[in-house]
């Protein structure tokens, strides 16, 4: 399954796409949606900058679903997902920079997907 995100820019400053580029930011979370059922290790994620159309292609390394941020942000390592990020509350801030963000994982839960280069 090859799967397309799009990365939008975020309000406050993170630059998600070039973290993402760079390897500094190696996991992505999103709320979860019935577009990840079938995903599995080894499949191609491309991201999509929706400004620019530039394009990276990142390979899934491992995959977690959660119920909540709460849940995630106690099992994952939260600099992996926001570099800038260092406890709960500053991650928490930059989902509230994402429009529905937020609902979403209330509403679905949070994915998260550990990505590697792509071969």
């Known amino acids: 399954m090859n ?3 799009k990365v939008a820019d975020h309000k406050e400053k993170e630059d998600i796409f070039n973290l993402l580029r760079d390897g500094l930011k190696t996991i992505d979370t999103r709320p ?3 577009k990840f059922n ?3 290790v080894g499949d191609e994620i491309i991201f999509k900058h929706i400004k620019s159309g530039g394009e990276i292609v990142k390979s899934v ?3 977690a ?3 909540t941020i709460d849940e995630m942000a106690k099992k ?3 600099e992996k ?3 800038s990020a260092k406890t709960k509350e500053d ?3 930059v989902y509230r920079g994402f429009r529905g963000f937020i609902e979403g994982v209330e509403k679905s839960g949070i994915i998260a997907i550990e990505l590697e280069q792509s071969c």
């Open 3 to 5: 799967l397309i995100l």
């Open 32 to 34: 979860y949606s019935t």
């Open 38 to 40: 079938g995903l599995k």
């Open 61 to 63: 390394k491992r995959i």
């Open 65 to 67: 679903i959660f119920k």
């Open 76 to 78: 994952e390592n939260i």
């Open 81 to 83: 997902i926001i570099p």
């Open 91 to 93: 991650l928490l801030k």
